[in-house]
């Protein structure tokens, strides 16, 4: 399995969170949700590694993460 950081990795994760949350204001659930799409698709894309992409799928799909 390829290594995947589970841990807190973020400099500014209130920032970040912060910065998300304004990206959905205004939007309806359906724009919502093809915002998160997008953003999944681009990340994915800089990630570049499938084994990576695939463990944290695995990693996300669990619910006590």
Same mark, same amino acid.
């Given at each position: 399995?390829?290594?995947?950081?589970?841990?807190?990795?973020?400099?500014?994760?209130?920032?970040?969170?912060?910065?998300?949350? $304004?990206?959905?204001? !205004?939007?309806?659930?359906?724009? /919502? &949700? *093809? +915002?998160? %799409?997008?953003?999944?698709?681009?990340? $994915?894309?800089?990630? !570049?590694?499938?084994?990576?992409? /695939? &463990? *944290? +799928?695995? %990693?996300?799909?669990?619910?006590?993460?």
């Amino acid at each position: 399995m390829a290594d995947l950081t589970l841990t807190p990795n973020l400099d500014r994760p209130d920032d970040f969170y912060a910065e998300l949350i $304004a990206a959905h204001d !205004g939007l309806s659930e359906d724009e /919502s &949700a *093809a +915002l998160n %799409a997008r953003l999944i698709l681009i990340l $994915a894309n800089q990630i !570049g590694d499938t084994q990576i992409i /695939s &463990a *944290a +799928l695995k %990693a996300a799909s669990k619910p006590d993460r």
